[in-house]
């Protein structure tokens, strides 16, 4: 029941320095220097490598039932896949159907993730609005440790969120202590994009990035931050992937508006070029949304990292095989929209990140789980390695090298967007509850041993916006 890593360099987003670190009964016990280990203790040898907090993923769709189809990871193979890239934990969303009821559709996501091999929580999405939406949110937020409602802005006919239901949404999660989150693409332009291009007899991948152009994303994200300033909400923007989007956070950011963004590492090194590669199948495998841009935008992302204006890395793990993508073959409005990479997105970010000094490592602890865990309130449960901390942490080798392949990785899904690349520096080690689950390219995954980690309302954020409010409070005029 116990672990001792022994020699390792611990690296937090705030610090590194030599030492052991105990792990008994699923927490850290004990941080030191020649720490002794209990009898029967396992011992780690971490030398020459540095030990981090386990990698938190905001953003993955397993098994998401998905235009016409279901996403072919599930939530055993999906954490699996995690824990062999150095995640320990991912929050997932709960996507009603609209007119479905939130509880409903949280209890069936709720069933499907009891095989997680790693702990779990849930974002659950507002597709739809009523007085008995905004019950739910409640009992969400008050029973089930929900904090955080996403608002997809596209996907038109479907589960598109209208300036109505932001509005009413937003105000709830205020209400609430919750954090609203937005995919940001103006869905009627995609809607009226797409159906020009195909009446232009423009129906493969290579249609796909010009139906959902940057400025699609910059009015979406433009729209949904003014929203939420003037409701004085906080505002986290998943997947940004253009100069536009980050201008607009980095904007609202530079007044004062508490605004988080979260970065994919697809959206930072590949560009649109993908979209016309002769193969339809390979086009189509790399077809998701926001789509990946022209090379301008990956630069400005990565600054937007440097700067401070992006927090999260995610993947969007959102899997689909060559015969689903298949249903698209003529007309790529129809092609499931979806890309891997939660065995991969650590690995990735290391090597183009930290390797080519962009980032420091603390910065990449930050972007890979400690600035997740702080905006939705897992922090220092999560994201941290401390005494009482959960012992999620990735033991990490700076010089291993891997080559990224669908051959090879442990995914459940027949195509890579990284295919081919290799990277230097890879998770050598993955402790998830203070258990081995990944050793030397071992994979000792367990269905149904994650936990689902409740999350309370009222991040911190909630404390300077709770005083901005009450600063900032409309007085009547006494008549
Ligand atoms: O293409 C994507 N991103 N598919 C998953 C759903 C979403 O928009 O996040
Ligand atoms: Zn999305
Ligand atoms: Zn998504």
Redesign the pocket.
């Given at each position: 029941m116990s672990l001792l890593i022994r020699g390792a360099t611990v690296v937090t987003h705030e610090e590194s320095y030599p030492a052991d670190v105990l792990c008994a009964d699923g927490l850290i016990r004990a941080i030191g220097q020649n720490l002794e280990p209990p009898t029967g203790c396992e011992i780690l040898d971490g030398s020459g490598r540095y030990l981090m907090p386990g990698g938190i993923d905001p953003?993955t769709?397993m098994q998401?039932p998905?235009m016409g189809t279901v996403a072919s990871e599930d939530f055993f193979s999906g954490t699996a896949a995690g824990l062999a890239g150095g995640t320990t934990s991912i929050i997932d969303?709960v996507i009603p159907n609209p007119q479905q009821s939130l509880l409903e559709a949280y209890h069936t996501w709720r069933g499907w993730a009891q095989k997680s091999a790693s702990d779990y929580g849930f974002h659950v999405a507002i597709t739809w609005w009523s007085e008995q939406v905004a019950e739910e949110m409640g009992e969400l937020v008050a029973r089930h440790g929900v904090n955080s409602f996403k608002h997809?802005m596209?996907?038109k006919n479907a589960i598109m969120a209208a300036d109505d239901t932001l509005v009413a949404s937003f105000e709830r999660c205020l209400q609430l202590g919750a954090v609203p989150t937005v995919?940001a693409e103006n869905g009627e332009l995609v809607y009226h994009l797409q159906k020009k291009l195909l009446a232009q007899g423009l129906t493969g991948p290579e249609a796909h990035p010009l139906s959902r152009p940057s400025q699609v994303e910059g009015e979406a994200a433009s729209r949904a931050i003014r929203i939420a300033e003037t409701l004085g909400t906080p505002l986290y923007l998943?997947?940004v992937s253009s100069r536009e989007a980050l201008d607009e956070i980095a904007y609202a950011r530079g007044k004062g508006q508490p605004v988080y963004g979260e970065v994919l590492p697809g959206h930072l090194l590949l560009d649109d070029s993908v979209y016309r590669d002769p193969d339809w199948a390979t086009a189509a495998g790399y077809?998701?949304?926001?789509p990946f841009r022209p090379r301008e935008h990956q630069e400005a992302l990565w600054r937007g990292l440097q700067s401070g204006n992006l927090h999260t890395t995610a993947t969007?793990h959102?899997c689909f095989c060559a015969e689903q993508k298949a249903m698209g073959r003529d007309d790529f409005s129809r092609i499931p929209?979806?890309?891997a990479g939660i065995e991969d997105r650590m690995a990735v970010l290391w090597d183009a990140g930290v390797n080519s000094g962009r980032l420091s490592m603390h910065e990449f602890v930050a972007l890979t789980s400690t600035n997740t865990a702080k905006i939705f309130n897992l922090f220092p449960r999560k994201g941290a390695i401390r005494v009482g901390a959960d012992a999620d942490l990735v033991l990490w080798d700076p010089h291993g090298t891997r080559t990224i392949s669908a051959q090879t990785h442990h995914q459940q899904v027949d195509f890579n967007i990284f295919e081919g690349r290799t990277v230097r520096g890879i998770p050598s080690h993955t402790i998830s509850q203070g258990k081995l689950l990944w050793a030397d390219g071992d994979l000792r995954a367990v269905a149904g041993a994650g936990r689902y980690v409740e999350r309370p309302a009222y991040p911190s954020v909630y404390e300077v916006l709770g005083r901005r409010a009450e600063v900032q409070r409309p007085t009547p005029v006494q008549r």
């Open positions: 953003h769709h998401l998905f969303f997809f596209a996907y995919h998943v997947h077809v998701m949304s926001p969007d959102c929209n979806g890309t």
